[in-house]
């Protein structure tokens, strides 16, 4: 996707005061290595690093002239932006980068797993008993039921989640025959 055009006459965009911390200590940086005669400047991710860890330590008393630049330059920006006027080509909505999914209305319910028809049959249970937990506790709850419950009561849920599997590959089968008849085009995918 193409990037956006900028609109020229938008104003320049606010600093915060690390931000002019940083400047400053890039600039001074640059100048020691100039008048040293150095060669290969920090890397951009030494800097930060180096930066950061010298506002950490910095006082009040030494951050108040970068607050000062900072309070500036947002009076400046606010007053740019209330007569900002914007260009016709800027007004238009910027597309959004999310991509929809598309869901097709025919496509079968995917199976379910047999601890999920056991939620289905203990859920209201666990609600009736104990009202006052939210949806994440209760799911918790029945997540050590299920751990704690007996084979021959597992065995019933997985049974249930075979015949929903069956259930689920036979729709899948006759969907995918519909769809190629109904798309000749596409291929059968293996």
């Known amino acids: 996707m193409p990037r956006q055009k900028k609109d020229p006459n938008k104003p320049k965009g606010k600093m915060s005061a690390y931000a002019f911390f ?5 600039e001074a940086i640059r100048s020691r ?4 005669g150095k060669e290969g400047m920090p890397s951009l991710s030494e800097l930060s690093k180096f930066c950061s860890e010298k506002w950490k330590c910095l006082d009040d008393s030494k951050k ?4 000062k630049l900072a309070a500036d330059d947002k009076a400046r920006y606010d007053e740019e932006m209330a007569t900002y006027v914007p260009s016709e080509d800027d ?8 991509r929809k999914r598309q869901v097709d209305e025919n496509h079968p319910k995917r199976n379910r ?3 999920m028809f056991f939620c289905d049959d203990e859920r209201p249970k666990v609600r009736e008993s104990q009202p006052e937990l939210a949806m994440t506790e209760i799911s918790k709850v029945l997540g050590k039921k299920w751990a704690e419950i007996e084979s021959s009561m597992k065995e019933k849920y997985t049974k249930q ?3 929903d599997r069956e259930r689920y590959a036979k729709e899948m089968e006759n969907y995918k025959k519909t ?4 798309n000749p085009s596409t291929k059968k995918q293996k």
């Open 161 to 163: 989640a075979e015949d």
């Open 179 to 182: 769809a190629l008849l109904e």
């Open 91 to 98: 007004e238009t909505p910027k597309k959004s980068r999310k």
């Open 22 to 26: 940083v400047q400053s200590e890039r």
């Open 113 to 115: 797993s047999a601890f």
């Open 33 to 36: 290595y100039k008048d040293s």
């Open 64 to 67: 108040t002239p970068f607050l």
